[in-house]
């Protein structure tokens, strides 16, 4: 009996648990996005099939269209880039507008298919501070391939392909838990032998020429004018993080959507020549939240949360007109090139800052020479600005202390920062002089669009009494560096301009506006400028730009770039800006002045997504009366990199103390 009742009892779950099971796979079958839920890696193509499940929703496109269309009009470059001037004119020719009113009016299979024209149409702008993210898709899962590429030259200048070589050291640290996936993808004898491809040469990817496949890349990949740096991006290269080195894969090997699930590389290897395929593997973002099914995903991701848009810094009856606001955070800091501060201090200290990669810190080293000092610069940012200012003075100083009678500053994949740390540096460098005081950055303009001209007259008619909003004219100084008064309408006579035959129009010119500093510099240089090399991958922008603009064309600091193809003009950075901002930053102050039913004001966004502008453009050094933006970079020595030095900055450095100052 006994035995007769626990068969009954055991046949009885097994049915129980075959009907789940059935139910479970039904579940899955119909809900592609469950089948990945909850999972740290699956296939990209799993991916896809969430991602694609989705229809497009012709209200949900609309909204997007709308406020990505009218933040635009607050969008400094837009016109510019229509037919960017030299020396970009080949790399830069997008006409935004014209391609949103083609995707309004395009049909899309899938939501996804949607976001993926219109991601990849802002990001032909190829200006890092003006993108489209969407987090329902953006990283939400990352690709990724344990064999990050590689350019190197030889002894006669013959540039190749390699995988890095140390792919397998840095993919085991990295995916200790995914490491066995792709040992166990290779044929035959090479299966679990994947240390064995680092360092091969690569002669082709996917049946191409490497340099076809690079630039395939370049042409989508965005956020640098110049093709080198966007060259320059899809190999691997390295940072200073805020716990130390970071290694960055480059876009061959990490990518941000899960469009591709395997490559096909050309290897040479041992003497002989194969075909290895390799799959990539998606593993779930960092910022992602987690799911379980689609609804639960669109949920927790797709859908605008608190911080997606602005708010008015007047309408709550909690915030009393004597006390500071609370300010949100900002929906950007996921993707912004640097450590973000609160959105308190943001608010005190304007940043300009690429969006799209990883947070960023400073370093400090003393070279065997004992003669050079290195200043390992990750970003402009960090949690705390007047933190950040003392510890660069402290941090040069000590090198000086130390003997260092020349500098080395490496600004690799530095994406910006605090506006007024890069003047602060650039002055303690250089000491007191024409170039550094009373303004020792950029003279500014901003676009001045009707709404913008509404904000600045609400602002002047009281609308901003506790001076929050980034249109208060008490931020700015007028062109001879003397303060604007609070509440002055300086966007009541605009400049006019003809830019690629549209009428745009501009502020007046806007002069410095961070001195006086809040803490003393140096009485004296700490550094000649002509023992001062600026050394990267090319790929430095926004406040980084602004540092390394002046400091070259004003003071002769000599710019090192290292890697990149001979046949690309190398330049030292690129997307310079003046400040950046996104669309929450100006929803605020429309919706604090009490415009936000003006027919003009973007909409709130419905979606979990970004809107990054150039809110600002710098004029240039060489042509005052044109933005820097477009003007030339040409970096002074381009370092080809050798299997000695490749990711190995205390060799690059060691070289250029050497041969560059």
Sequence with gaps: ???????????????????????????????????????????????????????????????????????????????????????????VHEDVLKDIARISNQKYDSDFDLHIDLSRSVKRLNDGHCVYINYCYDSLFVSYLPTPLVLLT??????????????????????????????????????????????????????????????????????????????????????????????LMGQFAQQALPLTDTVKLTIVRVNSTKIETLPYRSRFGSTAVPFTDSASFRQKNCVAHAGTNGVSYYDSAAVKRDEVFEVPPNPTAKFRQAPMPSAQEERKHLMNVMLDDTPQQNIFYMLDDK????????????????????????????????GATQLIVDI???????????????RIIVGPKSTSEPQAGLDTATRAGPLAQEIVKNIADGADPNHLLLYNSG??????????????????????????????????????????????????????PKNVAIVGNGRCASSCSLFTVTMAKEEGAKTVVYGGYNIAPQQYCGTVGGQSTDFSTID??????????????????????????????????????????????????????????????????????????
């Design 154 to 247: 030889d002894k006669f200048g013959i540039q190749t392909v390699h995988i890095a070589p140390e792919a397998f050291k840095v993919a085991s640290a990295e995916f200790p838990d995914e490491i066995q996936t792709w040992q166990d993808a290779l044929p035959g004898a090479l299966k679990g032998q994947l240390e064995s491809l680092s360092g091969a040469k690569v002669l082709g990817i996917n049946g191409l020429d490497p340099l076809f496949a690079v630039n395939q890349n370049a042409a989508i990949s965005g956020s640098y004018q110049g093709l080198a740096q966007r060259q320059n991006g899809y190999f691997a290269s390295y940072q200073a993080g805020t716990a130390g080195w970071t290694y």
């Design 1 to 91: 009996m006994i035995a007769g009742r626990f068969l009954t009892l055991f046949f009885s779950v097994l049915a129980a648990v075959a009907v789940a099971n059935a139910n479970t796979v039904n579940v899955r079958a119909d809900d592609p996005c469950a089948a990945i839920g909850n999972k740290k890696w699956v296939a990209p193509a799993d991916v896809r099939a969430c991602f694609k499940s989705f229809p497009v929703d012709p209200a949900i496109k609309s909204n997007i269209i709308e406020v990505v269309n009218k933040t635009l009009a607050f969008h400094t470059s837009v016109n510019y880039q229509k037919l960017a001037p030299a020396p970009f004119t080949l790399d």
């Design 475 to 528: 931020s700015w100084a007028f062109a001879n560096d003397s303060a604007m008064p609070f509440d002055y309408d300086w966007l009541a006579s605009p400049v006019e301009k003809v830019i690629n035959g549209r009428q745009d129009a501009f502020s007046q010119r806007l002069g410095q506006e961070c001195q006086p500093f809040d803490y003393d510099p140096p009485a004296e240089a700490l550094f000649d």
């Design 371 to 402: 003669k050079t000092g290195v200043l390992a610069l990750g970003s402009f940012s960090g949690d705390s600005y007047s933190a950040l200012l003392t510890n660069l003075l402290k941090g040069l100083q000590n090198l000086k202390d130390q």
């Design 412 to 426: 690799s994949n530095n994406g910006g920062g605090y506006i007024c740390v890069a003047h602060w540096l650039h």
């Design 588 to 661: 605020s102050e429309i919706k604090s002045v009490g415009l936000k039913n003006h027919t003009l004001a973007p909409p709130d966004f419905v979606t979990n997504s970004v809107q990054g502008i150039t809110w600002r453009l710098g004029f240039g050094v060489d042509k005052t009366n044109e933005p820097e933006e477009w003007q030339n970079h040409h970096a002074n020595v381009n370092l080809h990199l050798s299997p000695e030095i490749v990711s190995n900055p205390t060799a690059i450095w060691k070289l250029i103390a050497e041969t560059v100052l």
